[in-house]
Antibody
Framework: QVQLQESGPGLVQPSQTLSLSCSVS??????????WSWIRQPAGKGLEWVGR???????NYSPSLKSRLTMSADTSKSQFSLKLTSVTAADTAIYFC??????WGQGILVTVSS | DVVLTQSPLSLPVTLGQPASISCRSS???????????LHWFQQRPGQSPRRLVH???NRDSGVPDRFRGSGSGTDFTLHISRVEAEDVGIYYC?????????FGQGTKVEIK
């Protein structure tokens, strides 16, 4: 059974960089059949697709976040990561990592506040 | 971006009765390759979303057969044949045909 687990700081200061990792177990992270995505959800609100990374390192980002977003994959460690720069309160949300939106992590709440 | 409009936004249902959720797209979701990338997700209270249906009508593994997806082009529906207590939650449609992927605003299903 594929399992994903997000990790990272729960509190980030405004204008700083939000860095999250997702650890994958129970399945291959190198298969080109899948991609690894991040989706976020502000408290009490709907889902927003953030971006995705393929095992070969190619990426696709939401246009609204593209200038601030970097995603990468380390298949040797079964991990993939997200970095979002210059964060504001609007980036406060639960961040989910997924495998092709079929398998999801439990989510990690990230609050942007001083 | 493609806008997905779900209706209703709130759906009180009686246990054992059917329910339907509509998802309408601002443009056709038929990909140039012929497939339609419209998916449905369930998010129970306090849980991560779970995909129920992919590409309009394909139930994911382990999803009860009381859930059925249908539709084409711009109009799609998630049907629940007989609502059970465990079906309470928020349901989202999502399109992956056009960049960037987008979600509907969600439909909250509750028991009357």
């Amino acid at each position: 059974q594929v399992q994903l687990q997000e990790s990272g700081p729960g509190l980030v200061q405004p204008s700083q960089t939000l860095s999250l990792s997702c650890s994958v177990s129970g399945g291959s992270t190198s298969s080109s059949s899948y991609y690894w995505s991040w989706i976020r959800q502000p408290a009490g609100k709907g889902l927003e697709w953030v971006g995705r990374v393929y095992p070969d390192g190619s990426t696709n980002y939401s246009p609204s976040l593209k200038s601030r977003l970097t995603m990468s994959a380390d298949t040797s460690k079964s991990q993939f990561s997200l970095k979002l720069t210059s964060v504001t309160a609007a980036d406060t949300a639960i961040y989910f990592c997924t495998r092709s939106e079929l398998y999801w992590g439990q989510g990690i709440l990230v609050t942007v506040s001083s | 971006d493609v806008v997905l409009t779900q209706s209703p936004l709130s759906l009180p249902v009686t246990l054992g009765q059917p329910a339907s959720i509509s998802c309408r797209s601002s443009q056709s979701l038929v990909h140039s390759g012929g497939d339609t990338y419209l998916h449905w997700f369930q998010q129970r209270p306090g849980q991560s979303p779970r995909r129920l249906v992919h590409q309009v009508s394909n139930r994911d593994s382990g999803v009860p057969d009381r859930f059925r997806g249908s539709g084409s082009g711009t109009d799609f529906t998630l049907h629940i044949s007989r609502v059970e207590a465990e079906d309470v939650g928020i349901y989202y449609c999502m399109q992956g045909t056009h960049w960037p992927p987008t979600f509907g605003q969600g439909t909250k299903v509750e028991i009357k």
